[in-house]
């Protein structure tokens, strides 16, 4: 077995620029046309990129009025940051969520980032013994799983975690793929000589990996995080199978539940006439706002994992 | 240092393995007698309950069940398809007109943008469907006024491979260029200097030096793509139609199907077997299309 995913072969390319300086790539630069057309052509794509979040944006600062009158406008005839004043006044659903959440995030990043910074480690050094066994052990899983059905049986009969915080982040606090990536930025990046001499010095197994190897590999531990952080944030399945009581339901099954809600209600309004009092249903557009407020946050941690996940995104050629 | 991964992954990976038996059984809450050596109620269960072969699969093939489970074989198997193939195609076009814009700025500022989506959970992508296509969406308070008739996603079986493609195609594009980003970034420059003097374009270029640097990253990318075919991105699945029955042919994957066979009053064994297919088939595949990788190109090979 040979799989490799290294993380930039050599060391100095970390700290050149992600793309070659213009003078350097002068004879092989771009016509200024053919330059200038390729940049207004991803500009384009650019700004539909963002089509949807501005879709979300601007549906959550619709007033409620012109809403019912006229449904979602790409430019609405009334606006209004009610929603928003709304949803931080109130709101205790929203309030458990987040600490949820933000609880699961902050502890399920900091497990994955150890767990697979632990890991990967003795499965980049040539000397641990076990190292093909450990390396087929992780590697297993990504080709074979024991499907859904066991899996749930599996984690609520016999792991218990359900209807826990545990549920929200225990299940996706490891990963092999990062596993593989993380032991190739090991070996690429933490060159034998380091090690050695910290051998050399007196430090043992541990100190070696978390004063020496550790901070070298920095940028590759980031980009565990930021993945990690995103995908615990984000996470719907974890809370959709294993938790059943409210207050432990993470943001994103909150905001699910209640599109789920509203779609539902209004389109057997018809039917439900003199059941439901229309009026008295949660606004919509404070429905809206939440979604929006759920992006938010993990939003954030981008411009504070770039630095290193520019270089991370040297993440180099998967070799097979 | 191996000990806690090895554990989750003991716990959460290898734990429900032997479940897959589960197919072949008619799973029967039983409780253990006190004196019995294993006390947990699953694991007594599932060794007590008895076997019954194929019955299982059997049920999944009935004729009034044949037509679902085929459709929702041929959804995940489709769209899986069709994910792969265009996610491939504009991941590298990305990367590469990316690498190739003459403004550093202006790239480094696009493939932000970009990659942008993949912040966003599919839920918010779910209020974006309803705000754009539901009865009260943006798209009616265009088009109504121009004349035409008012169109509804959630009753509409014909927009949805449109609307599961161009979600896709959004949150995931700028995250999967990332990977080719950087293996053109590490492609040795005078490689195309050599090229440039000899007179090749950049499409010359980008066929004779590019494509070949990137054809090892793709095939093992294809290759777990491929392992992956019998199952789907769930979370988008699932929450995208946000139960919309009417549309229900067109949306929903194996699974989608599992877990809602799981969650209702379906005898486990129907859900166990479709799972079972799942895994097996999956693995079998991945297996089959390392060995065809092996046969010709051996470098190239995931083991």
Sequence with gaps: MNINIPLKADANLLDKPILPKKKERDMLALSPTANAVLTVLLGICCILMLIPIYVIVIASLTSEASLVADGYQLWPKEFSGMAYKFLFSQGSIVITAYKNTIISTVAGTALAVLMVGLYAYPLSRDNFKFKGFFTFFAFFTMLFGGGLVAYYMVTRQILQIQNSLWALFLPSAFSPFWVIVMRTFYKSNVPNEIIESARIDGANEWRTLFQIVMPLAVPGLATVALFSAIGIWNNFFNCLILVDEAKYYSLQFTIYTTLNNIRFLLENADKMQGIVNMSQLPSQTFRMAMAVVTVGPIIFAYPFFQRYFIRGLTIGAIKG | ?303
């Design chain 2, 1 to 303: 240092m191996v000990l806690p991964g090895a554990i989750w992954l003991l716990l959460f990976s290898y734990l429900p393995m032997p479940g897959v038996i589960m197919a072949f059984k008619t799973y029967k809450l039983v409780k253990p007698p006190a004196d019995s050596f294993i006390q947990n109620k699953f694991i007594y269960s599932l060794i007590k309950s008895p076997w019954v072969g194929l019955d299982n699969f059997r049920y999944l093939t009935l004729p009034t069940n044949i037509d679902a489970t085929l459709t929702y074989i041929r959804n995940t198997v489709l769209y899986n398809l069709l994910f792969m193939v265009v996610g491939l195609v504009l991941s590298v076009a990305l990367a590469v007109m990316i690498f190739e814009m003459t403004n550093r700025f202006l790239a480094k500022l696009y493939h932000s943008i970009f990659f942008l989506p993949f912040f966003v959970s599919w839920i918010v992508v779910a209020y974006v469907v309803y705000a754009l296509g539901s009865s009260k969406g943006i798209i009616n308070s265009i088009i109504v006024p121009m004349g035409f008739t008012p169109i509804e996603v959630y009753k509409e079986k014909l927009a949805w491979p449109f609307i599961f493609l161009i979600a896709n195609i959004w949150r995931y594009t700028g995250n999967g260029s990332i990977i080719y980003l950087a293996t053109i970034t590490g492609i040795d420059r005078e490689l195309y200097e050599a090229a440039a003097i000899d007179g090749a374009g950049k499409w010359k270029q980008f066929t004779h030096i590019t494509l070949p640097h990137l054809i090892p990253v793709i095939v093992l990318l294809q290759i777990l793509a491929v392992g992956r075919i019998f199952g789907s991105d769930f979370d988008m699945f699932y929450t995208l139609p946000n139960g919309a029955a009417l549309v229900k042919d067109v949306t929903q994957t194996l699974d989608v199907f599992v877990y809602n066979m799981l969650r209702s009053t379906t005898p486990l064994g129907y859900p166990a077997a479709a799972a079972f297919v799942q895994s097996i088939v999956g693995f079998i595949l991945i297996l089959i299309t390392n060995a065809i990788v092996r046969k010709t190109r051996p470098e190239m090979a995931l083991f």
